[in-house]
């Protein structure tokens, strides 16, 4: 299987507050991968490292099978990210927003790729609208958009489902689920939905106190009969 995250005994403090201790996972292309944990166990700091907006105090990374120091531009960009919610200029349409990042990373490519992200995310309807009319969900969709358009191999999403009613949820999930089987993406997505997380990721990492106290395969634990959220629950607790 082809490599795309490998974490081993990241560490990060900040002050006195150990926030990573020591944490591992493996990640492997074509996955849906959850992450789960309380909050403060160090989900969003883990993801801010992988992007670069924080940096470890030790341990390693590995992206697409380089070490973090030979990545290379083009590497970096096969990985797009949502981490908190995703802020737009509420005075612009989605497309517009849309137009202005590709032009922000040098994405050389014509507008038409443009409606067609928008198309697969299921936002064509309201490309010309401006964002500040948009729901949560609606702007969900479109930080999706975003993290499609220079075609990244990998997406992370950091609690994605906040403040989503079950429609806009599930919504996203089908999104997600097409992404991944139609489109190869890999994933890795933090939630405290976990009802939901269940029913797409392929293995969850459950991170409790910095540390990853256990990676499960979903597959396994349905051929055991084992009710994989009460499972996921008392051992996040």
């Known amino acids: 299987m082809q490599e795309i995250l490998i974490v081993e005994k990241l560490k990060k403090i900040y002050g006195k507050n150990i926030v990573l201790d020591g944490f591992d996972m493996n990640l492997y292309?074509?996955?849906?991968?959850?992450?789960?944990?309380?909050?403060?166990?160090?989900?969003?700091?883990?993801?801010?490292?992988?992007?670069?907006?924080?940096k470890e105090n030790s341990g390693s990374y590995r992206l697409?099978?380089?070490n973090k120091e030979e990545l290379l531009l083009t590497d970096k960009r096969k990985v797009s990210a949502i981490i908190e919610?995703?802020?737009?200029?509420?005075?612009?349409t989605g497309y517009q927003n849309l137009r202005?990042?590709?032009?922000?990373?040098?994405?050389?490519?014509?507008?038409?790729?443009?409606?067609?992200?928008?198309?697969?995310?299921?936002?064509?309807?309201?490309?010309n609208k401006k964002t500040r009319t948009y729901s949560l969900g609606m702007k969900q969709r479109l930080g999706i958009a975003r993290a499609l358009i220079p075609d990244s191999?990998?997406?992370?999403?950091?609690?994605?489902?906040?403040?989503?009613?079950p429609a806009g949820i599930a919504q996203l999930s089908n999104l997600i689920l097409d992404l991944n089987k139609n489109y190869g993406k890999t994933f890795l997505i933090t939630s405290h939905h976990i009802a939901e997380?269940?029913?797409?990721?392929?293995?969850?990492?459950?991170?409790?106190?910095?540390?990853?106290?256990?990676?499960?395969?979903?597959?396994?634990?349905?051929?055991?009969?084992?009710?994989?959220?009460?499972?996921i629950m008392s051992h996040i607790l």
Not at 30 to 54: D, E, H, Q
Not at 216 to 231: A, T
Request: net charge negative.
């Open 29 to 54: 292309a074509g996955n849906i991968y959850g992450l789960v944990g309380n909050n403060g166990a160090g989900k969003t700091t883990f993801m801010r490292i992988i992007m670069g907006l924080a």
């Open 64 to 66: 697409f099978g380089k």
């Open 85 to 92: 919610t995703p802020t737009f200029y509420p005075h612009l």
């Open 100 to 127: 202005i990042h590709q032009m922000e990373i040098g994405d050389k490519t014509d507008k038409q790729r443009i409606l067609e992200i928008l198309k697969k995310v299921g936002m064509s309807e309201s490309a």
């Open 153 to 165: 191999e990998f997406i992370i999403l950091d609690e994605p489902t906040n403040g989503l009613d």
């Open 197 to 231: 997380l269940v029913n797409i990721v392929d293995k969850i990492g459950i991170i409790k106190d910095g540390k990853m106290n256990q990676e499960v395969i979903c597959s396994e634990l349905n051929e055991k009969g084992i009710d994989i959220e009460e499972y």
